[in-house]
Protein backbone atom coordinates (compact mmCIF):
# COMPACT_ATOMS: atom_id res chain seq x y z
CA UNK A 1 0.00 0.00 0.00
CA UNK A 2 1.29 3.29 -1.09
CA UNK A 3 1.10 6.02 1.85
CA UNK A 4 0.96 8.97 -0.93
CA UNK A 5 -2.35 6.70 -2.24
CA UNK A 6 -3.64 5.88 1.16
CA UNK A 7 -5.19 9.84 2.12
CA UNK A 8 -6.83 9.98 -1.11
CA UNK A 9 -8.63 6.65 -1.20
CA UNK A 10 -10.15 7.44 2.62
CA UNK A 11 -10.72 10.61 1.56
CA UNK A 12 -13.11 9.49 -1.42
CA UNK A 13 -14.69 6.83 1.11
CA UNK A 14 -15.55 9.48 3.78
CA UNK A 15 -17.05 11.89 1.07
CA UNK A 16 -19.21 8.94 -0.04
CA UNK A 17 -20.53 7.90 3.33
CA UNK A 18 -21.18 11.70 3.83
CA UNK A 19 -23.55 11.61 1.10
CA UNK A 20 -24.94 8.91 1.56
CA UNK A 21 -25.75 9.81 4.90
CA UNK A 22 -26.82 12.97 3.49
CA UNK A 23 -29.31 11.75 0.93
CA UNK A 24 -30.30 9.19 3.52
CA UNK A 25 -31.48 12.04 6.16
CA UNK A 26 -33.11 13.84 3.25
CA UNK A 27 -34.80 11.17 2.53
CA UNK A 28 -36.29 10.49 5.56
CA UNK A 29 -37.21 14.02 6.39
CA UNK A 30 -39.24 13.95 2.55
CA UNK A 31 -41.24 10.62 3.68
CA UNK A 32 -42.01 12.28 7.05
CA UNK A 33 -43.31 15.38 5.80
CA UNK A 34 -45.28 13.28 2.83
CA UNK A 35 -46.18 11.45 6.01
CA UNK A 36 -47.75 14.18 7.98
CA UNK A 37 -49.59 15.69 4.81
CA UNK A 38 -51.22 12.48 4.38
CA UNK A 39 -51.96 12.34 7.89
CA UNK A 40 -53.88 16.12 7.75
CA UNK A 41 -55.48 14.42 4.79
CA UNK A 42 -56.98 11.81 6.31
CA UNK A 43 -57.97 14.10 9.21
CA UNK A 44 -59.80 16.79 6.74
CA UNK A 45 -61.51 14.06 5.06
CA UNK A 46 -63.35 12.39 7.84
CA UNK A 47 -64.35 15.39 9.30
CA UNK A 48 -65.79 16.62 5.68
CA UNK A 49 -67.57 13.41 4.97
CA UNK A 50 -68.69 12.55 8.70
CA UNK A 51 -69.14 16.24 10.14
CA UNK A 52 -66.38 15.37 12.71
CA UNK A 53 -65.17 18.48 15.18
CA UNK A 54 -61.91 19.15 16.28
CA UNK A 55 -62.20 17.01 19.15
CA UNK A 56 -61.01 14.15 17.25
CA UNK A 57 -57.18 15.03 17.11
CA UNK A 58 -56.97 14.35 21.23
CA UNK A 59 -58.75 11.16 21.21
CA UNK A 60 -56.65 9.92 17.72
CA UNK A 61 -53.18 11.57 19.79
CA UNK A 62 -54.93 9.39 23.01
CA UNK A 63 -54.98 6.08 20.99
CA UNK A 64 -51.49 6.56 18.68
CA UNK A 65 -49.51 7.16 21.94
CA UNK A 66 -51.60 3.98 23.56
CA UNK A 67 -50.80 2.16 20.08
CA UNK A 68 -46.75 3.56 19.40
CA UNK A 69 -45.71 4.53 23.36
CA UNK A 70 -42.29 5.08 22.04
CA UNK A 71 -43.13 6.92 18.42
CA UNK A 72 -43.12 10.88 18.98
CA UNK A 73 -44.38 14.06 16.91
CA UNK A 74 -48.31 12.66 17.38
CA UNK A 75 -49.46 14.86 20.25
CA UNK A 76 -52.45 16.47 19.93
CA UNK A 77 -51.04 19.98 19.20
CA UNK A 78 -48.78 18.34 16.17
CA UNK A 79 -51.82 16.42 14.76
CA UNK A 80 -53.63 20.00 14.47
CA UNK A 81 -50.72 21.05 12.52
CA UNK A 82 -50.27 18.20 10.09
CA UNK A 83 -54.34 19.23 9.48
CA UNK A 84 -53.30 23.16 8.87
CA UNK A 85 -50.15 21.82 6.69
CA UNK A 86 -52.57 19.66 4.44
CA UNK A 87 -55.02 22.41 4.55
CA UNK A 88 -52.39 25.19 3.35
CA UNK A 89 -51.16 22.72 0.45
CA UNK A 90 -53.87 20.51 -0.27
CA UNK A 91 -54.09 21.73 -4.34
CA UNK A 92 -50.20 22.68 -4.60
CA UNK A 93 -47.97 20.85 -6.54
CA UNK A 94 -44.90 22.54 -5.07
CA UNK A 95 -44.84 20.69 -2.34
CA UNK A 96 -43.33 17.54 -2.82
CA UNK A 97 -40.57 19.76 -5.30
CA UNK A 98 -40.09 22.41 -2.13
CA UNK A 99 -41.58 21.89 1.17
CA UNK A 100 -40.55 18.12 1.40
CA UNK A 101 -37.06 19.42 1.22
CA UNK A 102 -37.46 21.51 4.44
CA UNK A 103 -37.74 20.02 7.93
CA UNK A 104 -41.03 20.00 10.04
CA UNK A 105 -40.13 23.11 12.59
CA UNK A 106 -39.20 25.14 9.29
CA UNK A 107 -42.33 24.27 7.51
CA UNK A 108 -44.78 24.78 10.93
CA UNK A 109 -42.30 28.08 11.55
CA UNK A 110 -43.17 29.15 7.48
CA UNK A 111 -47.07 28.32 8.14
CA UNK A 112 -47.41 30.42 11.24
CA UNK A 113 -45.15 33.83 10.62
CA UNK A 114 -46.12 33.76 6.59
CA UNK A 115 -49.95 33.95 5.22
CA UNK A 116 -49.46 34.68 1.48
CA UNK A 117 -47.85 31.34 -0.21
CA UNK A 118 -45.70 33.07 -2.67
CA UNK A 119 -43.81 35.20 0.08
CA UNK A 120 -43.33 31.50 1.96
CA UNK A 121 -41.92 29.27 -1.04
CA UNK A 122 -40.05 32.40 -1.61
CA UNK A 123 -38.26 31.87 2.03
CA UNK A 124 -38.37 28.31 1.53
CA UNK A 125 -36.41 28.64 -1.62
CA UNK A 126 -34.33 30.72 0.22
CA UNK A 127 -33.77 28.13 3.11
CA UNK A 128 -33.59 25.23 0.54
CA UNK A 129 -30.66 27.04 -0.73
CA UNK A 130 -28.49 28.65 2.07
CA UNK A 131 -29.26 25.80 4.32
CA UNK A 132 -30.55 28.15 7.31
CA UNK A 133 -31.54 26.17 10.67
CA UNK A 134 -34.78 27.47 11.96
CA UNK A 135 -33.79 30.23 14.40
CA UNK A 136 -31.74 31.62 11.27
CA UNK A 137 -35.15 31.26 8.94
CA UNK A 138 -36.97 32.98 12.07
CA UNK A 139 -34.29 36.15 11.86
CA UNK A 140 -34.78 36.35 8.33
CA UNK A 141 -38.62 36.14 7.94
CA UNK A 142 -38.44 38.91 11.27
CA UNK A 143 -36.33 41.32 9.30
CA UNK A 144 -37.65 41.01 6.30
CA UNK A 145 -35.25 40.02 4.23
CA UNK A 146 -37.12 40.26 0.60
CA UNK A 147 -37.98 43.64 0.95
CA UNK A 148 -33.87 44.08 1.67
CA UNK A 149 -32.25 41.87 -0.97
CA UNK A 150 -31.60 43.44 -3.85
CA UNK A 151 -32.26 47.46 -2.76
CA UNK A 152 -28.81 48.86 -2.46
CA UNK A 153 -27.75 51.94 -4.72
CA UNK A 154 -25.31 50.74 -7.02
CA UNK A 155 -23.98 51.21 -10.37
CA UNK A 156 -23.72 47.50 -11.23
CA UNK A 157 -25.16 47.53 -14.61
CA UNK A 158 -23.25 50.25 -15.65
CA UNK A 159 -20.13 48.23 -14.22
CA UNK A 160 -20.27 44.64 -15.03
CA UNK A 161 -21.31 42.40 -17.71
CA UNK A 162 -24.78 40.28 -17.28
CA UNK A 163 -25.25 38.05 -15.91
CA UNK A 164 -22.79 38.98 -13.06
CA UNK A 165 -24.32 42.18 -12.70
CA UNK A 166 -27.69 40.97 -11.67
CA UNK A 167 -25.89 38.41 -9.43
CA UNK A 168 -24.15 40.88 -7.76
CA UNK A 169 -27.43 42.76 -7.36
CA UNK A 170 -29.40 40.39 -5.92
CA UNK A 171 -26.26 39.59 -3.49
CA UNK A 172 -26.39 43.10 -1.47
CA UNK A 173 -28.99 44.31 0.57
CA UNK A 174 -30.47 47.94 2.15
CA UNK A 175 -30.61 47.66 4.74
CA UNK A 176 -27.91 45.77 6.68
CA UNK A 177 -29.08 44.91 9.93
CA UNK A 178 -26.58 44.40 12.88
CA UNK A 179 -29.05 43.21 15.85
CA UNK A 180 -25.94 41.53 17.27
CA UNK A 181 -24.31 44.67 17.48
CA UNK A 182 -24.95 47.37 20.56
CA UNK A 183 -23.20 50.87 20.82
CA UNK A 184 -23.88 54.37 21.75
CA UNK A 185 -24.16 57.51 19.38
CA UNK A 186 -20.10 58.31 20.09
CA UNK A 187 -19.18 54.77 18.85
CA UNK A 188 -16.22 55.30 16.38
CA UNK A 189 -16.07 53.24 13.00
CA UNK A 190 -13.14 51.07 14.09
CA UNK A 191 -15.13 49.74 16.87
CA UNK A 192 -17.96 48.54 14.50
CA UNK A 193 -15.28 47.06 12.87
CA UNK A 194 -14.02 45.28 15.64
CA UNK A 195 -17.52 44.26 17.16
CA UNK A 196 -18.09 43.10 13.43
CA UNK A 197 -15.17 41.02 13.55
CA UNK A 198 -15.47 39.31 17.03
CA UNK A 199 -18.97 38.48 15.60
CA UNK A 200 -17.80 37.22 12.50
CA UNK A 201 -19.97 34.50 11.99
CA UNK A 202 -23.45 36.44 12.79
CA UNK A 203 -22.05 39.02 10.36
CA UNK A 204 -21.58 36.68 7.66
CA UNK A 205 -25.03 35.21 8.22
CA UNK A 206 -26.36 38.57 7.40
CA UNK A 207 -23.92 39.97 4.68
CA UNK A 208 -25.32 36.53 2.93
CA UNK A 209 -23.81 33.05 1.45
CA UNK A 210 -20.53 33.20 -0.72
CA UNK A 211 -18.77 35.32 1.47
CA UNK A 212 -15.19 34.64 2.78
CA UNK A 213 -13.70 36.51 5.29
CA UNK A 214 -10.02 37.65 4.40
CA UNK A 215 -9.04 40.17 6.75
CA UNK A 216 -9.78 43.62 8.84
CA UNK A 217 -7.46 46.61 8.07
CA UNK A 218 -6.09 45.28 5.27
CA UNK A 219 -2.89 46.83 3.98
CA UNK A 220 -2.31 48.17 0.77
CA UNK A 221 1.00 49.87 -0.33
CA UNK A 222 0.23 52.33 -3.42
CA UNK A 223 3.48 54.81 -4.09
CA UNK A 224 4.81 54.32 -1.37
CA UNK A 225 2.10 55.30 0.42
CA UNK A 226 0.35 52.73 3.42
CA UNK A 227 -3.40 52.24 2.94
CA UNK A 228 -6.39 50.24 5.08
CA UNK A 229 -9.15 48.42 4.02
CA UNK A 230 -11.83 48.21 6.68
CA UNK A 231 -12.67 44.92 5.88
CA UNK A 232 -11.97 42.44 3.01
CA UNK A 233 -13.60 39.59 1.65
CA UNK A 234 -13.49 37.33 -1.73
CA UNK A 235 -17.40 36.18 -2.74
CA UNK A 236 -16.75 32.32 -4.14
CA UNK A 237 -20.33 32.53 -6.37
CA UNK A 238 -19.04 36.11 -8.00
CA UNK A 239 -15.41 35.00 -8.09
CA UNK A 240 -14.23 38.44 -6.81
CA UNK A 241 -13.40 40.45 -3.66
CA UNK A 242 -14.87 42.71 -2.10
CA UNK A 243 -14.14 45.93 -0.41
CA UNK A 244 -16.10 46.57 2.61
CA UNK A 245 -16.12 50.46 4.15
CA UNK A 246 -18.09 51.05 7.53
CA UNK A 247 -18.79 55.38 7.71
CA UNK A 248 -20.79 55.76 11.17
CA UNK A 249 -21.90 58.85 9.51
CA UNK A 250 -24.62 60.15 6.83
CA UNK A 251 -23.66 59.08 3.13
CA UNK A 252 -21.47 61.85 1.72
CA UNK A 253 -20.86 61.79 -1.98
CA UNK A 254 -16.76 61.59 -1.21
CA UNK A 255 -16.90 58.26 0.15
CA UNK A 256 -17.39 56.54 -3.47
CA UNK A 257 -14.25 58.77 -4.65
CA UNK A 258 -12.42 57.08 -1.76
CA UNK A 259 -13.47 53.62 -2.43
CA UNK A 260 -13.12 53.66 -6.31
CA UNK A 261 -9.25 54.01 -5.18
CA UNK A 262 -9.57 51.23 -3.29
CA UNK A 263 -10.74 49.03 -5.54
CA UNK A 264 -8.55 49.82 -8.48
CA UNK A 265 -5.59 49.30 -5.81
CA UNK A 266 -7.31 45.21 -5.07
CA UNK A 267 -7.43 45.30 -8.82
CA UNK A 268 -3.86 45.90 -9.57
CA UNK A 269 -1.95 44.25 -6.89
CA UNK A 270 -4.08 41.47 -5.41
CA UNK A 271 -6.95 40.38 -7.96
CA UNK A 272 -5.98 37.20 -10.19
CA UNK A 273 -6.40 36.97 -13.89
CA UNK A 274 -9.64 34.71 -13.49
CA UNK A 275 -11.10 36.99 -11.35
CA UNK A 276 -13.82 39.05 -11.67
CA UNK A 277 -13.92 42.93 -11.24
CA UNK A 278 -13.63 43.72 -7.28
CA UNK A 279 -16.96 44.72 -6.08
CA UNK A 280 -17.19 48.12 -3.00
CA UNK A 281 -19.77 48.02 -0.68
CA UNK A 282 -19.94 50.81 1.41
CA UNK A 283 -22.19 50.68 4.43
CA UNK A 284 -23.34 54.26 6.00
CA UNK A 285 -25.99 55.31 8.95
CA UNK A 286 -28.07 57.08 6.94
CA UNK A 287 -28.64 57.94 2.52
CA UNK A 288 -30.19 59.62 0.02
CA UNK A 289 -31.14 57.79 -3.00
CA UNK A 290 -30.51 60.66 -5.13
CA UNK A 291 -27.93 61.42 -4.08
CA UNK A 292 -26.10 58.43 -3.67
CA UNK A 293 -27.06 57.59 -7.57
CA UNK A 294 -25.15 61.16 -8.60
CA UNK A 295 -21.97 59.99 -7.06
CA UNK A 296 -22.05 56.63 -8.61
CA UNK A 297 -22.48 58.48 -12.15
CA UNK A 298 -19.09 58.04 -13.61
CA UNK A 299 -17.54 55.61 -11.20
CA UNK A 300 -15.53 53.64 -13.00
CA UNK A 301 -16.07 49.97 -10.72
CA UNK A 302 -18.71 48.57 -9.18
CA UNK A 303 -20.05 50.22 -5.84
CA UNK A 304 -23.21 49.25 -3.90
CA UNK A 305 -23.95 51.82 -1.08
CA UNK A 306 -26.24 50.33 1.87
CA UNK A 307 -27.89 51.89 5.03
CA UNK A 308 -26.71 49.88 8.46
CA UNK A 309 -29.01 49.37 11.32
CA UNK A 310 -27.94 48.26 15.03
CA UNK A 311 -29.57 48.05 18.60
CA UNK A 312 -28.25 51.61 20.47
CA UNK A 313 -27.29 50.86 24.12
CA UNK A 314 -29.72 52.17 26.37
CA UNK A 315 -28.42 55.59 28.35
CA UNK A 316 -27.47 54.41 32.00
CA UNK A 317 -30.00 56.91 33.18
CA UNK A 318 -32.65 55.16 31.84
CA UNK A 319 -30.87 51.29 32.32
CA UNK A 320 -31.04 52.34 36.21
CA UNK A 321 -35.13 52.94 35.96
CA UNK A 322 -35.39 49.69 34.12
CA UNK A 323 -36.72 46.76 36.71
CA UNK A 324 -34.17 43.38 36.74
CA UNK A 325 -34.85 40.03 35.43
CA UNK A 326 -35.36 39.01 39.34
CA UNK A 327 -37.34 42.05 39.88
CA UNK A 328 -39.94 41.10 37.16
CA UNK A 329 -39.79 37.50 37.87
CA UNK A 330 -40.66 38.33 41.44
CA UNK A 331 -43.54 40.36 40.55
CA UNK A 332 -44.85 37.47 37.84
CA UNK A 333 -44.41 35.54 41.41
CA UNK A 334 -46.54 37.75 43.51
CA UNK A 335 -49.07 38.55 40.43
CA UNK A 336 -49.67 34.81 40.44
CA UNK A 337 -50.58 34.55 43.76
CA UNK A 338 -53.46 37.23 43.39
Not at 66 to 77: A, D, I, Q, V, Y
Not at 120 to 147: G, H, M
Not at 253 to 267: M, R, W
Amino acid sequence: MKDSIYPHLLTEIKQRILSSQLKAALSVNAEMITLYWNIGNDIAQKQNEQGWSSGVIPQLAKDLKSEFPNLKGFSERNLGRMLAFYREYSDNPILPQLVAKLPWGHNILLIEKIKDQNLRFWYAEKCVENNWSRDVLDVQIRTKLIERQGKSVNNFENTLPKPLSDLANQTLKDPYIFSFLSFDQNIKERDIENQLIQHIAKFLLELGKGFAFIGSQYHLEVSKKDYYLDLLFYHTKLKCYIVIELKNTAFKPEFTGKLNFYLSAVDSLVKEAEDNPTIGILLCKDKENIEAEFALRGITNPIGISEISFVKKLPDALKNSLPTIEEIENELKNFSKI
